[in-house]
């Protein structure tokens, strides 16, 4: 018994989560395309939010969630005249994906989490789940407390549940990226993204024209190939700013980047900041 509650802790201090806060966005904000590896969880207490995945604008109001699935391009944009005030989640799915089939396929939520081509999930959200949200912010920032981050983690298999529960008896289905080819093409792309790859590269690993492939990606995934490699290096850029003293010209050649003048110029492209901007930022608050 002794030995199955250290595996347990041992397990559950590993922490999971990225970041968990409740967030305020003024009227006008907007944050560009992006995508990362975590799981993101957007909660609406207050106002409405714009949130674009894959090209594809859903408004979410109060009383409203959203969960963005691993690597789905995605942005924000507060078109009201009224603050959006939401609880935000941004966990790793990593440690659920070794987890036993039968769990996975009889748990709605962890299945949809592992697939390799869920996009989002859109519905309104229960007392009982924000509880359970607020707990895991709650505990998330507060560094002093004791058994904090296993806490924390334990929410978070609650909310799972809840969130599996919620899918089941929802009326809104789980949106997917429904093309093996382009979920082969992403899964390609940010498995080398600290590559120099191109449009011809990714066409080869699956096996199909660059002109199909374009074709295909386009249509499933709302954005062109050379879109999606450029946003994919932008968020594992924003974690090397985020969690490491690398410089710009370091980032830049790390990713593939021909100079670090072209590297900066693509990277307010799309995210609408500099990276020195960027590191001014609350960088957690993405």
């Known amino acids: 018994m002794k030995r199955d509650v250290e595996l347990l802790y ?32 957007c909660l609406m207490k207050e106002g409405e939010c714009d949130i674009i995945v894959n090209g594809e604008a859903i408004t979410v109001h109060k009383g409203e969630l959203m969960v963005i699935f691993s690597h789905m391009i995605h942005s924000f944009h507060v078109k009201s005249d009224q603050p959006a005030v939401f609880l935000q989640i941004h966990f790793s ?47 998330t920032n507060n560094e002093t407390g004791v058994y904090h981050v296993p806490l924390a983690n334990i929410y978070i298999y609650e909310m799972l549940f809840l969130l599996s529960r919620e899918i089941e ?41 660059t002109r199909y492939l374009s074709k295909i990606f386009k249509k499933y995934v709302n954005i062109t190939v050379k879109d999606y490699i450029c946003i994919a290096k932008l968020d594992k ?46 960088t957690k608050d993405i």
């Open 10 to 41: 041992h397990g559950l201090e590993q922490n999971m989560i990225y970041n968990a806060l409740q967030r305020t966005l003024k009227p006008g904000y907007f944050f560009g395309p992006h995508c990362h590896s975590n799981v993101e969880i």
């Open 93 to 139: 799915p990593e440690c659920f994906i070794a987890t036993d089939q039968k769990v996975n396929e009889s748990i709605k939520f962890l299945h949809y989490m592992t697939d390799g081509h869920s996009a989002y999930t859109f519905h309104s959200f229960t007392d009982q789940l924000l509880s359970c949200v607020e707990r895991i912010c709650e505990e």
């Open 169 to 209: 008896q929802s009326v809104r289905k789980v949106y997917s990226v429904d093309n093996p080819i382009a979920i082969r093409a992403i899964h390609f792309i940010n498995q080398n993204m600290e590559n120099n790859i191109s449009l011809d590269d990714v066409a080869q690993n699956c096996n199909v024209t």
């Open 237 to 282: 850029a924003m974690n090397y700013i985020c969690n490491t003293e690398f410089s710009i010209t370091e980032i830049s050649s790390k990713l593939g980047f021909s100079s670090a003048q072209y590297f900066s110029s693509v990277f307010k492209k799309y995210s609408g900041v500099t990276p020195k901007e960027f590191k001014n930022l609350r």
